[in-house]
């Protein structure tokens, strides 16, 4: 199946600092690519939604100033964790779908995930 | 609001026995459900998916069921096999939406040699 990677799968800072995290799909273009935040145990909640060449969407109660989201290219996309804090410790995870328009297979296709620890 | 949900936290299953995980959704216009696996420190992985169109998807152990008057659907897993051992969430989407999808807060799946 396609492959989408993150980069890198764990990062610790110090609280203030900002954090890059990217993602990548290797063989197939991504005109959109999906934000996700899990806490422990809890589930995958929707962050933003990244469209190439234009802003993010981002979903309600997400600040985008905190979340800056860039997809730059039909293959990469990045989210800076801006001033990080120690609430923003997470596991962030995206998704990229190789379809435009309809989606009518439903398959998205998931990262590694990033590890964020705040200290 | 959880529009998505997956009631029981966690499933403990016999290694041939069958495993069936349930998941409930609220918004009518979703009309595209999916589930997937995911082992700590992993992203999730596609399992298998059902329109709204059909009421059921068959595929090798894994079948989905939809009941769309009941908003419910269904993931059964048969023979459960111990590799099968993860965390299943369940996701609604609206086609044409370009891949947006609500998850579950998934269940612990856990089968015993």
């Known amino acids: 199946g396609a492959v989408v990677s993150q980069h890198p799968s764990r990062v610790i800072c110090k609280s203030g600092t900002s954090v890059k995290i990217e993602c990548r799909s290797l063989?197939?273009?991504?005109?959109?690519m999906f934000w996700y935040r899990q806490f422990p145990k809890q589930s995958l909640m929707l962050m933003a939604t990244?469209?190439?060449?234009?802003?993010?969407?981002?979903e309600q109660g997400v600040e985008k100033d905190k979340f800056l989201i860039n997809h730059a290219s039909l293959t990469l996309s990045t989210l800076t964790v801006t001033s990080a804090h120690p609430e923003d410790s997470s596991f962030y995870i995206c998704?990229?779908?190789?379809?435009?328009?309809?989606?009518?297979?439903?398959?998205?296709?998931f990262g590694e995930g990033s590890r964020l620890t705040v200290l | 609001d959880q529009q998505v949900k997956q009631n029981s936290p966690s499933l403990s299953v016999q290694e041939g026995r069958i495993s069936i995980l349930n998941c409930d959704y609220t918004?009518?216009?979703?009309?595209?459900f999916l589930w997937y696996k995911k082992y700590p420190a992993e992203g999730p992985t596609f399992l298998i998916s059902i329109s709204s169109i059909k009421d059921k998807n068959e595929d090798g152990r894994f079948t989905v069921f939809l009941n769309k008057s009941a908003k419910h659907l269904s993931l059964h897993i048969v023979p459960s096999q111990p590799g099968d051992s993860a965390v299943y969430f369940c996701?609604?989407?609206?086609?044409?939406?370009?891949?947006?999808?609500?998850f579950g807060q998934g269940t612990t799946l856990q089968v015993k040699p």
């Open positions: 996701a609604a989407g609206v086609s044409g939406n370009t891949g947006k999808l609500i």
């Open positions: 998704s990229a779908t190789p379809l435009r328009g309809l989606f009518n297979t439903g398959e998205l296709f």
């Open positions: 990244s469209n190439e060449g234009s802003k993010a969407t981002y």
């Open positions: 063989d197939f273009q991504a005109t959109t």
């Open positions: 918004n009518s216009m979703f009309d595209y």
